[in-house]
């Protein structure tokens, strides 16, 4: 048997859908559910009658968010004309969206345990990653020493920069991505 969920209550979702994804990307996944409730205009209490809490509530909005954002970085970087390009577009993008998403920085960061759902979306995005290293290191344009065990460390310390300093970030992953390049230059 199936239910029905009534139609305030559908839109009741929505709006506290959309108000957890606003807030959880500015202040992160420990942002007051009070907080949420009042931007969605509803009661605390409908979070918890219709996600069951935080857990629920996360694990219902940041999955979608967090694999539509990574996706089209990763998506865009994978349509560079070059291995070093695509190589370097995706740990780009996905330092500024780890620095300016607060989501995906502590999934990414390990602030957060994230729930098992972000987790895949997370893992799926360093696998292609990984695939990207290695299409850059075949090419030449990335040093033959840097393997897919280097590429977390390497997005932590850019996401840590784009996010501490974000005057500084530019320069700081030039001089990264120059000491990574291989012999073959691009």
């Known amino acids: 048997m199936t239910t029905t969920v009534r139609s305030d209550a559908r839109r009741s979702i929505e709006k506290i859908t959309v108000a957890a994804v606003e807030l959880f990307a500015e202040q992160g996944l420990d942002c007051p559910l009070e907080e949420i409730a009042r931007r969605a205009g509803v009661s605390p209490g409908t979070i918890y009658h219709r996600f069951g809490g935080r857990a629920g509530l996360v694990d219902a909005v940041a999955p979608q968010v967090a694999a539509e954002k990574v996706s089209a970085v990763i998506d865009a970087a994978e349509g560079e004309e070059t291995a070093w390009g695509r190589f370097t577009a995706y740990v780009e993008g996905l330092s500024m969206l780890?620095?300016?998403?607060?989501?995906?920085?502590?999934?990414?960061?390990?602030?957060?345990?994230?729930?098992?759902?972000?987790?895949?979306?997370?893992?799926?995005?360093?696998?292609?990653?990984?695939?990207l290293i290695e299409e850059a290191r075949r090419d030449g344009a990335l040093r033959a020493d840097f393997g897919p065990d280097d590429l977390h460390p390497l997005l932590l310390s850019m996401i840590g920069v784009a996010h501490a300093a974000p005057e500084a970030r530019s320069r700081m992953l030039g001089f990264t991505l120059d000491g990574l390049r291989g012999q073959r230059r691009e």
């Open 98 to 131: 780890g620095s300016s998403d607060a989501v995906l920085r502590e999934a990414l960061t390990g602030c957060s345990e994230p729930t098992p759902s972000v987790h895949e979306v997370c893992r799926q995005g360093l696998e292609r990653g990984f695939r």
